[in-house]
């Protein structure tokens, strides 16, 4: 059983730029979460992907926006970076239902200069 | 709205200590809780979760966890803690009626167990 992975592992952008992360979901789950984890705190939710639709957002502008693909793996889009957006991209995959924990990917470090 | 609260920024504790990582919550209808661990430069792992039913929810690597309606607590416990568990812990909590994506997550506390 493949767990989730996220591409790349390190990235660094300069303000006013665009980036895009991907994620691969774990093999059965159908639903994707993506989070942001500043420096020294806990993981923010930013939004959530079921049947390639966004299903929930968190407190995040527009600039933030995803996709989810027909094999459930995603990708997370930042417009116009800002230096706060340097942080850890965490995505998390799971079967439908809110029962059910989140797995996550290792996450790819966004640094913004 | 929900919310979680993780009281400790830092718990030290000797190996073969017991050991517990406080955590409350607090959510409009009822609560699944969550608790995950990371390791340095790496992901979140998943310990245990508390859906419904008994009250003392087990999971991995000896961990367990007491969720407490009245006092809003979820709190981890491990009875002989090992260098190894030291790590920063997340507790986690989701509202029933809310997304079911949407996990909120506490500041995290770090765990140092000394040899």
């Known amino acids: 059983e493949t767990g989730v992975t996220q591409s790349p592992t390190h990235l660094i952008k300069t303000r006013g730029q665009q980036v895009t992360l991907r994620c691969s979901s774990q093999?059965?789950?159908?639903?994707v979460s993506w989070y942001q984890q500043a420096l020294g705190q806990g993981p923010q939710f930013i939004f959530q992907?079921?049947?390639?639709?966004?299903?929930g957002r968190g407190n995040f502008p527009p600039r933030f926006s995803g996709l989810q693909f027909p094999n459930y793996s995603s990708e997370l889009n930042v417009n116009a970076l800002e230096l706060d957006d340097s942080a850890l991209y965490l995505c998390?995959?799971?079967?439908?239902?809110?029962?059910?924990?989140?797995?996550f990917g290792p996450g790819t470090r966004l640094t913004v200069t | 709205a929900q919310s979680v609260a993780q009281p400790e920024d830092q718990v030290n504790v000797a190996e073969g200590n017991p050991l517990t990582v406080k955590c409350t919550y607090s959510?409009?209808?009822?609560?699944?809780l969550f608790w995950y661990v990371q390791y340095p430069n790496r992901g979140l792992q998943f310990l245990l979760k508390?859906?419904?039913?008994?009250?003392l929810v087990k999971g991995s690597y000896g961990f367990e966890a007491e969720f407490n309606k009245s006092q809003t607590s979820f709190h981890l416990k491990k009875p002989s803690a090992l260098v190894s568990d030291s790590a920063l812990y997340f507790c986690?909590?989701?509202?029933?009626?809310?997304?079911?994506?949407?996990?909120?997550f506490g500041a995290g506390t770090q765990v140092v167990v000394t040899p």
């Open positions: 508390y859906i419904t039913g008994d009250n």
């Open positions: 093999s059965g789950h159908n639903t």
């Open positions: 986690a909590v989701r509202d029933i009626r809310g997304s079911w994506g949407k996990l909120q």
């Open positions: 959510v409009s209808g009822n609560p699944y």
């Open positions: 992907y079921y049947r390639e639709e966004e299903n």
């Open positions: 998390a995959s799971s079967p439908a239902g809110g029962a059910y924990e989140q797995y």
